[in-house]
């Protein structure tokens, strides 16, 4: 496209010079006002803590959480920043804001939730913890029960941690508020802050409050009644609806509420209920029934218990259920009112009236305990009449198992001995007895109740660790030494664990002179052995030890030995020797170094068996291994340089072997980029060598895959580096590793 010349202008003629006109004097630009930096995130990032809580209630939307690999929790930089410079002089109002904004949903994992959370349950400020508690109720309000991630979210981290440190009065507030799956370990969990809360108030109302709570007895709230004006026509609605009603119906909550929530009197609301009972969908509403039946003895008690004696028998099979289900209190909380424990008593009579002897019995029990655990009692009473004994079933057997678990927690030692009486009307499934008879066996040390001991002590198995260690616990708690040594060596021959997780069960036998030189004898047994290689986590190997057995047949060991070198069969024969007969080690070890052909070593069994050499101390056997694996050749030859070789090496810097440290380094893979996330060990001992040697740019190297694992050990103590004597002169760059990881990975 062609494009016009700009016109050349015409020179001025030039005979006389034309005056300057006198240039107008240039005025300053007025500088501008600096904007105040008013936005949340400028505010968040002020020194200031008032700006920064303004900052806070500022915040108005939640910015997209950036998606990590391996990170549960989502990081906001600015918030997350302001938290950690100035969270612990925020008020609690902004804590309680941050939480609130943060956490609309238990599905919503924000980092600065917890902290925020943390920081709360750290102050002795209760009503900061009721409102905690406010807060994340309102975030469950839409949630499913019993369905959290188990993936360190926040909402896990807040079960798992941050709730048991809450003041017990707002962990009663929580726990109100919570149903069945909420509170069970098979669903969210919830149930353990009962054992956190329960010891801190005993004593108490809290404390009764509490264990009423625990003992499923849930607080249910009272509706708001109706103005008296509108007595008349409430009453006429009722009786009207209720006996137009054809049979169960989903009109049950609508009319129980109309009855539940009228001004009337305690012997028309009764009459009333009467009219429910038919048109009942289910046992939930039963139950409903039932509260209300005890919020009316609550109002009136004398005047329910004078109706309930002209009550006529109820037509409901399943309503007898309830009845019984409902006369559990007097069991519950210390002495009742009488009228209470009358009340109970007609309860229990009415429902008693629909167990006749069936083939139903087992499976009524059940109900009784699945509907109410503290129902125990009603439902021993049915087995105790039955006319000869019958099975409960292994769901029976399980839901009793629990009910005895929350009344041993309880302290109600007694009721769980009820049921060692009742045991001969019962045939316990044998696959699942043993849970019941160690429970029973447990209350038994703690009642120090002879009677239940002798009745257990010919029934209870001798070939069951566990149960056998409660016995001879039961035994010594009673006074009876003779047995408890007795019981022990039975535990001990059965292959007992008594280490680490045992001491504190184990501590009334390990103080007593006799029984503790036995169980002294039995660690160091288990000490030598370890050194040795032997698997002492298997129950099969500790049996054999404590019984004076060889781990394996000696016939078995040869057969295992011969097929090293057969391709289809090695793994499995690897497995055994390194494993169960782990003593055998150095053997294979020889073996291996002097077949003709490289044999296949699993790599899983041979780290598993170093790590067991490691943790009891036997150096000696490690490093012979560790001269070893530059030439052994493993199952999967990628993966095992991260899980076998830092032995090696951990071996070799030990004495200060580098000539085998360079063997070893041949062994890593030319690839090796990165470990897995979880496992680190090698990548971190491989930064110590190098520091060694003066290498920074592999210290680095390796450091940075360290850096990049999730929660390691080996990240962890990277982390110190400037306490590592190697790693101290590169701890100002490793630490820059872990900030721009940080940075950029929030």
């Keep these: 496209m062609a494009t016009k010349k700009t016109p050349k202008r015409a020179k001025k003629p030039s005979k006389a010079k034309p005056t300057k006109a006198k240039a107008r004097p240039k005025s300053k630009p007025v500088p501008r006002a600096k904007k105040k930096s008013s936005t949340p995130d400028a505010l968040l990032a002020s020194a200031d803590v008032a700006k920064v809580a303004e900052g806070i209630a500022a915040i108005k939307t939640l910015p997209a959480p950036k998606k990590v690999k391996n990170e549960p929790l989502w990081a906001w930089p600015a918030l997350d920043s302001a938290l950690a410079r100035v969270g612990t002089t925020l008020p609690a109002k902004s804590l309680l804001t941050v939480f609130e904004k943060t956490f609309p949903h238990v599905g919503h994992s924000w980092a600065a939730a917890l902290t925020a959370a943390e920081e709360i349950t750290r102050r002795e400020d209760l009503d900061a913890h009721l409102k905690l508690v406010d807060a994340l109720l309102a975030a469950m309000k839409t949630y499913d029960s019993g369905h959290r991630a188990h993936e360190g979210t926040v909402f896990d981290r807040l079960i798992d941690g941050t709730l048991a440190k809450l003041y017990p ?23 353990k802050l009962f054992d956190v809360a329960l010891p801190k108030v005993v004593g108490s109302a809290l404390h009764e409050r509490l264990l009423r709570l625990f003992m499923g007895d849930l607080e249910v709230p009272k509706p708001k009644k109706p103005a008296a004006a509108k007595r008349a026509s409430l009453e006429a609605s009722i009786k009207k609806h209720a006996l137009e009603l054809p049979g169960p119906t989903d009109e049950f909550d609508e009319l129980h509420a109309l009855v539940r929530g009228a001004e009337l009197s305690t012997s028309v609301k009764l009459s009333y209920l009467e009219l429910l009972i038919p048109h009942c969908r289910g046992g939930t509403d039963r139950l409903q029934l039932i509260d209300f ?23 409901d099979r399943d309503f007898g259920d309830a009845l019984i289900n409902a006369s559990w209190i007097e069991d519950v909380g210390g002495e009742q009112p009488v009228t209470r424990k009358a009340m109970s008593e007609k309860l229990h009579a009415l429902g008693l009236k629909h167990y006749q002897p069936s083939n139903e019995r087992g499976d009524r029990v059940a109900w009784l305990l699945q509907t109410k655990p ?8 049915l087995v105790v009449s039955a006319p000869q004994p019958f099975k409960l079933g292994r769901e029976g057997q399980r839901l009793l198992a ?3 678990e929350k009344l041993q927690k309880g302290g109600a030692h007694e009721r769980v001995l009820a049921w060692v009486d009742a045991l001969s009307h019962l045939v316990l499934d044998a696959h699942d007895k043993h849970i019941l008879l160690e429970l029973f066996a447990n209350s038994t040390a703690a009642a120090r109740d002879a009677d239940s001991f002798m009745a257990l002590d010919v029934v209870a198995p001798k070939n069951d660790p566990k149960i056998a260690i409660a016995m001879s616990l039961a035994a010594h708690a009673i006074g009876n030494e003779q047995r408890s040594m007795e019981w022990l060596d039975d535990a001990l021959r059965a292959g007992v664990e008594i280490r680490d997780n045992w001491t504190s069960v184990l501590g009334p ?44 047949e000696p016939q078995l060991i040869e057969e295992k030995f011969a097929l090293l070198a057969n391709e289809d069969e090695s793994e499995e024969a690897f497995d055994f020797l390194l494993g169960q007969a782990g003593r055998q080690h150095l053997r294979v070890l020889e073996a291996i170094l002097a077949a003709s052909e490289p044999l296949t070593v699993p790599w899983r069994d041979l780290s598993q068996l ?14 012979a291994w560790a001269r070893a694996m530059p030439r052994l050749k493993f199952d999967e030859e990628d993966t095992a340089p991260a899980y076998v070789l830092p032995f090696g090496f951990d071996a070799a810097a030990k004495i200060a072997d580098t000539a085998l440290e360079d063997e070893l380094l041949t062994r890593i893979p ?9 496992q680190a060990a090698l990548s971190f001992l491989l930064a110590r060598l190098w520091a060694r040697r003066g290498d920074e740019k592999k210290v680095l190297h390796f ?37 721009a990881y940080e940075a950029k990975n929030g």
């Design 293 to 315: 039946l005890w919020e009316l003895a609550d109002a009136e008690p004398d005047a329910l218990l004078k109706r309930l004696g002209e009550w006529k028998e109820a037509e």
């Design 374 to 381: 503290s129902c125990e009692s009603r439902a021993r009473e």
């Design 169 to 191: 009065e707002a962990i009663a507030n929580l726990l109100s508020k919570l149903d069945a799956d909420h509170l069970s370990s098979d669903g969210d969990g919830f149930g």
């Design 610 to 623: 170093l790590k067991r050499l490691d943790d009891a101390g036997n150096a000696e056997a490690i490093l």
């Design 509 to 552: 036998l390990r103080a007593d002179a006799v029984l503790g030189q036995r169980l002294a004898q039995a660690d160091e047994l288990l000490r030598a052995a370890a050194y040795e290689g032997a698997d002492i986590s298997k129950e099969e190997v500790r049996a054999a030890l404590f019984s004076g057995r060889p781990e394996a």
């Design 670 to 678: 030319k690839d090796y980029g990165k470990p897995f996330s979880t």
């Design 402 to 404: 629990t009910a005895m």
């Design 703 to 739: 450091a940075k895959h360290v850096v990049e694992t999730y929660e390691t050990d080996e990240q962890l103590q990277l982390r110190k580096a400037n306490e590592i004597p190697e790693l101290a002169p590169h701890a100002a760059k490793i630490t820059e590793l872990f900030e």
